[in-house]
C-alpha cells in the first residue's frame, strides 16, 4: 500500500513537472517571437517611410546583392527638398527680380510663307537662373540632370514667344527637355520648340526684295518688378547652324533688347531674333522675266510680215496677249492679296502693254491701209502721162502703177507735166532772178502736224516700218530703268 502510494506520488510530480516545462517553453517562445515580429514590422514601417515612393515600398535586399542599381540612395525629389517649398511662386518673391539669361541656337528655318506672311524657325531655347530652394549638398560639387518629369514639380520662367501662330515642344521619343541643376542652385533648362510666328513682309520690290523678319521672346506672366530677361552671352547667346533656304539667302542674324508696355500690367523685357533674308532672283527669272521678254519679241514679229496677211498677223498678236495673261495669272496666285504695286506687277503689265499695242498697231496699220484702198477708189487712177515703173515700198512688197502720188498738202508746186518747159517761170522777188536754164532751187518746206498724219495714212506702210524701231527701243529703255531701280 506504501509503496503503490509513493510511485503515485512520483508520477504526480513528472507530470507536473512536463506542464511546468512546457508552459515555460510557450511563454519564451511567444514573447521571442513577438519581438521579431515588431522588428520586422517597424522595420517595414521605416522603410515605407524613408522609400515610399519605390515600387511596394520595399528593398529586396537578395536582389541588392545582384544589381548594384538598387542602392539606397536619397531620392532626388528629398535631396532637392521640393515638398519643403511652394514652387507656385518665384526665387526671390518680394525682393527684386530675378534675373534669367537667355540663349537660342537655331536649328533650322523650315518654310517662309509670302500668302501666309509667316516663317516657321526650330531652335533650341536655354534658360539660366537661380533658385536657392533647390540647393543641394554635394562632396563632389557635381551637377545632376533632369528630363521634364522634374520640371512639373518646381518653377521656371514662363517664356513665350510674340506674334506666334502655333508652337510645340517636340516629344520624340521623350519630351525634349532638359534641367539640370547645379549643388548652389545654379539651373539650365534647355526646350526644343518648333514656332511659327508673323512676318510683316513688304512685298513693294518682290521679287527682288529683301525681308527682316524677327522673333520675340517676353515673359507672359512676369513684369520687369519681378523678372529680368536678358542675353546671357551678349551678341554670342544667338546661334545658327548651316541653313540653307530654296529661295532666300540669310544675309546676318542678330539679338537685341527691348521693353514692351502694356496699358494694364505695365512694363515687360522683351528679346528680340532679327535675321535679314535677301530673295534669290534666278527662280523668278526663269519662271516669269524670261518668258515675259520672250513672248514681247514674238509680238515684234509681226512688224515684219505682210500687212495684207490679216490671219497670221492676227493669231499671232491674240497668242502672245493670251500667254502674257496666263504668266501674269501664274505670279499673282502665289503671292498675298496686297493693295499695292509690286515691282513684278510692273514688268508684267508694261510687258503686256506692249504685247497690246503691237496688236493695236497691226489694227491700225490695216485700217490706214482700207482708207487708202477707198481713196484709190474714189479718185481713180493717177494720170497716164505720169511714166511710172513698179516700185518697191518699204514693207518689201511690190506695188504697181496705181500708186496715188499726191502732192503734200499746202505744196505751191503746179501739177507735173511731162514738159518742164510748159512750168511756169518762177517769180522774181527783190530784184533776184534765176537766168533762164540755169540750176533748179529746192524749196525745204516745213510741214506740219496735219501734214504728217496725212502722210502716214497715205503711206500706211510706214507705220510697220517705224515699229520695228521704235518698239525695241522703247522696251530697252524701260529694262534700263527698271533694273537700275530694283536691282
Not at 516545462?21 to 511567444?30: D, S
Not at 548594384?68 to 531620392?75: C, D, G, H, I
Not at 537655331?106 to 510663307?113: G, L, N, P, Q
Not at 514738159?419 to 511756169?424: F, G, V
Request: charged share 20%.
Amino acid at each position: 500500500m506504501k509503496a503503490s502510494s509513493s510511485s503515485g506520488v512520483r508520477r504526480a510530480l513528472a507530470l507536473a513537472l512536463c506542464l511546468a516545462a512546457g508552459l515555460v517553453a510557450v511563454v519564451t517562445g511567444g514573447g521571442a517571437g513577438g519581438k521579431s515580429s515588431g522588428r520586422r514590422k517597424n522595420k517595414e514601417v521605416f522603410l515605407l517611410g524613408e522609400n515610399k515612393f519605390q515600387f511596394g515600398g520595399r528593398i529586396d535586399y537578395r536582389l541588392k546583392k545582384q544589381d548594384s542599381t538598387k542602392t539606397l540612395v536619397v531620392k532626388s525629389e528629398q535631396l532637392l527638398r521640393i515638398q519643403d517649398h511652394d514652387f507656385a511662386i518665384r526665387p526671390g518673391f518680394g525682393a527684386s527680380a530675378v534675373p534669367v539669361g537667355i540663349d537660342v541656337q537655331v536649328e533650322s528655318i523650315d518654310s517662309i510663307s509670302e500668302v501666309n506672311m509667316d516663317f516657321t524657325m526650330t531652335l533650341y531655347l536655354r534658360h539660366y537662373w537661380k533658385d536657392a530652394r533647390l540647393a543641394f549638398p554635394s562632396r563632389n560639387n557635381r551637377s545632376r540632370t533632369f528630363d521634364g518629369r522634374l520640371v512639373r514639380k518646381i518653377w521656371v520662367p514662363d517664356v513665350f514667344f510674340v506674334h506666334s501662330k502655333r508652337s510645340f515642344i517636340h516629344d520624340t521619343t521623350m519630351d525634349n527637355i532638359m534641367l539640370r541643376i547645379a549643388p548652389d542652385g545654379n539651373i539650365l533648362y534647355s526646350v526644343r520648340i518648333t514656332v511659327t510666328a508673323l512676318c510683316s513682309m513688304d512685298f513693294s520690290r518682290f521679287p527682288l526684295d529683301t525681308q527682316n523678319c524677327s522673333l520675340e521672346l517676353e515673359s507672359y506672366a512676369y513684369n520687369e518688378n519681378d523678372l529680368m530677361l536678358y542675353w546671357k552671352n551678349g551678341n554670342n547667346s544667338l546661334r545658327t547652324d548651316d541653313i540653307v533656304l530654296s529661295q532666300f539667302f540669310i544675309e546676318e542674324f542678330q539679338s537685341s533688347y527691348g521693353l514692351a508696355f502694356y496699358s494694364s500690367t505695365g512694363w515687360y523685357n522683351r528679346l528680340y531674333i532679327h535675321f535679314i533674308l535677301r530673295r534669290h532672283i534666278f527662280f523668278f527669272m526663269l519662271q516669269a522675266y524670261f518668258p515675259t521678254m520672250l513672248m514681247v519679241l514674238l509680238s515684234w514679229v509681226s512688224f515684219w510680215i505682210d500687212r495684207r496677211a490679216v490671219p497670221a498677223r492676227v493669231s499671232l498678236g491674240m497668242t502672245t496677249v493670251l500667254t502674257m495673261s496666263t504668266i501674269i495669272t501664274g505670279v499673282s496666285s502665289s503671292m498675298p492679296q496686297v493693295s499695292y504695286v509690286k515691282a513684278v506687277d510692273i514688268y508684267l503689265w508694261t510687258s503686256f502693254l506692249f504685247v497690246f499695242l503691237s496688236v493695236i498697231e497691226y489694227a491700225a496699220v490695216n485700217y490706214c491701209t482700207t482708207l487708202e484702198e477707198m481713196r484709190k477708189m474714189r479718185r481713180g487712177r493717177i494720170p497716164s502721162t505720169f511714166d511710172a515703173s513698179q516700185a518697191m515700198a518699204f514693207d518689201g512688197c511690190f506695188h504697181d502703177d496705181e500708186i496715188e502720188l499726191t502732192p503734200y498738202p499746202g505744196s505751191r508746186c503746179r501739177t507735173m507735166t511731162s514738159d518742164p518747159r510748159e512750168s511756169p517761170a518762177p517769180s522774181v522777188a527783190g530784184g533776184n532772178a534765176h537766168p533762164e536754164g540755169g540750176a533748179g532751187v529746192r524749196l525745204r518746206r516745213r510741214r506740219s502736224l496735219r501734214a504728217h498724219v496725212d502722210l502716214l495714212l497715205s503711206h500706211s506702210y510706214m507705220i510697220d516700218s517705224y515699229s520695228r524701231v521704235v518698239f525695241p527701243m522703247s522696251y530697252l529703255l524701260f529694262n534700263v530703268i527698271y533694273w537700275s531701280l530694283y536691282s
